[in-house]
């Protein structure tokens, strides 16, 4: 897995809208799932996001990230 913490920029491609309100999936090269708020009208566009948090699940880390305007 790439090391990403809280404050890195990122540049990621929205797959598809994620579960919650305005929430967008990515990945990012090394296939680790992003979920990237304030992205979830933005499927299909690669935008600058900035890494808030990470989560550990059963599959493996995961990222949180608010996008950029």
Do not use: C, N
């Not at 009208?41 to 305007?69: H, N, P, W, Y």
Request: hydrophobic share 40%; aromatic share 2%.
């Amino acid at each position: 897995m790439t090391r990403y913490k809280s404050g890195d920029e990122i540049t990621v491609k929205v797959d598809r809208q994620g579960l919650g309100v305005d929430e967008g999936i990515g990945h990012l090269p090394d296939e680790t799932m992003v979920v990237i708020l304030g992205a979830g009208e933005r499927v299909g566009e690669t935008i600058e996001a900035v890494i808030t948090g990470k989560v550990q699940t059963s599959l493996g880390d995961s990222f949180i990230a608010s996008a950029k305007a």
